[in-house]
């Protein structure tokens, strides 16, 4: 299976490692602090038991960050799931749904951005600039 790699493993040698648990408590009481204020938007109540959770949560990252260590882990097990599926088929999606349509009417109109197009007649398949480029003493010292 080594020759049938991307640019990218997707299965992992050693496990993904996460942010700190300190860190994960901030990102989620913040996450439960919006969906606890959301509806103020609108002009409802506030969802007071996800303030609740996130005050809960707040407190275990300010005062003992290892509490929330199994709820990192299922949290990043669960982006690693959602990266192997969403991935492909956002890819997929845009493929299909954009780049395939975009050939098809291409080459349904007879157009060849790219010239690819066979040409018994032609000399060369060189094209020639007009006006011409930049002097070639120019591109000595490009980086």
């Known amino acids: 299976m080594r020759g049938m790699e991307t640019h990218e493993r997707l299965t992992p040698d050693e496990p993904a490692a996460g942010g700190s648990d300190r860190g994960f408590g901030f990102v989620m009481a913040g996450a439960f ?9 609108d002009g409802g109540a506030p969802r007071w038991w996800a303030l609740a959770v996130a005050g809960a949560v707040l407190a275990a990252a300010l005062v003992k960050a ?3 260590a199994p ?10 799931v959602m990266h192997r599926i969403v991935g492909p088929v956002v ?53």
């Open 33 to 41: 602090t919006v969906a606890g204020l959301f509806p103020l938007l």
């Open 66 to 68: 290892e509490l929330l």
């Open 71 to 80: 709820f990192n882990k299922v949290w990043i097990k669960i982006g690693l």
């Open 91 to 143: 890819l997929a999606l845009l493929f299909y749904g954009v780049v395939t349509p975009t050939g098809l009417i291409m080459r349904a109109l007879g157009k060849d951005p790219l010239r690819l197009r066979f040409d018994r007649n032609a000399e060369s398949y060189w094209i020639r600039r007009d006006p011409p480029g930049p002097d070639p003493e120019s591109m000595k010292n490009q980086f």
